[in-house]
């Protein structure tokens, strides 16, 4: 198994700390997306959508998409779980996946890729041209607060986004608050329960990933 | 088991097809979304997101997502599997079903809730008031044609999206096809393998779902 791979984006490290966590060592290779490799006709016969990160089995099937690499990883190496040990703790566990991936991911890609100045025409990812909409970026910031406000009220007493276990759902929400940090919008003062959970999953080794 | 619905949304029709395929009938609660009904404080405790489908189960617990109920779903009846028999099978589906989602499903919604005149500050779903942008309307538009297209390449001579079997990842797509119809965004002429999916795809007992 190989990971094409970037340490600067956000959706590879998710795969990273999922790995981690399990305690797979996966090969990786680095796509510099700051000089746009991934546009290049290399890594576009390896994924056409132009995005890391990409997990290529053995016999040459390549899986893109976070959620399909770590189910697929999952089921390699099923223990420890992080999608669930009952049927409702995966479906509890998915249900978060994607609200954290709708209302936190792309609120803050939004706000990020209609702003950056490398992605002037680059505002949706892939190849083909996208102008930035700056009313976007703001629509993105104001979803940020609303989501990181959700994401403390959801944590209260519970010790992880589900309940007493660490699962994906935390994995895609911890990328998505330090994805977050770096257009400086940050957790705020009075998210403590937030703040709490933050300290705890970055002190995991995996967070290092 | 509960489904919280309506006939007109496309997100609680991927469940409805996805049950019907399984042979499951699921007892359904319609929410008239025309109306703001799920902006009335009776669902809002049952989904502070605002959004159906809601799958409730006997236990009292709720489960929003589409990706969560089918999965949960699945898991209790699991032929004929929906997701996949193997786990290349099952991470091709996911990965399917999320380009789908995230290149179709999202370019759709852009379009139509950036300028509906019933979701005038309702342009993201959920409570919080999001003022409509034109631009991303347009965006939305320009991408669902780009999909419409790689749909049509990827379907090619495949009988389904991901190969001989109907997944997931079908419906998902078939409910952005129609979707994408009634903001009058058709299937192309020359996209004849598209057009030949769909209507093997219509001619499905659970199209009508």
Chains 1, 2 share one sequence.
Not at 98 to 122: P, S
Request: glycine share 4%; net charge negative; with cysteine.
């Amino acid at each position: 198994m190989k990971l094409y791979d970037c340490k600067t984006a956000p959706s590879p490290r998710r795969v990273r700390i999922f790995a981690a966590e399990k305690g797979l060592e996966l090969q990786t290779v680095a796509i510099d997306l700051a000089s746009g490799e991934q546009f290049k006709s290399e890594f576009r016969q390896i994924n056409p959508d132009c995005v890391v990160p990409v997990l290529e089995l053995d016999d040459g099937t390549r899986i893109t998409e976070v959620i399909a690499i770590c189910q697929y990883l999952e089921e390699q190496r099923p223990e420890p779980t992080l999608f669930g040990r009952t049927a409702i703790e995966r479906a509890v566990t998915l249900m978060w996946n994607a609200k954290v991936e709708q209302q936190g991911f792309m609120a803050v890609a939004d706000a990020f890729r209609n702003t950056a100045k490398g992605l002037k025409n680059h505002a949706v990812p892939g190849i083909d041209q996208h102008a930035q909409i700056p009313e976007l970026a703001e629509r993105g910031r104001k979803r940020v607060e609303i989501f990181l406000d959700k994401l403390n009220q959801q944590l209260g007493d519970r010790k992880f986004l589900t309940g007493e276990f660490f699962t994906f759902a935390d994995i895609s929400a911890f990328v998505v608050v330090d994805f977050a940090a770096r257009l400086k919008m940050n957790i705020p003062d009075n998210a403590a329960d937030l703040q709490r959970w933050h300290d705890e999953v970055s002190s995991r080794p995996s967070a290092s990933a």
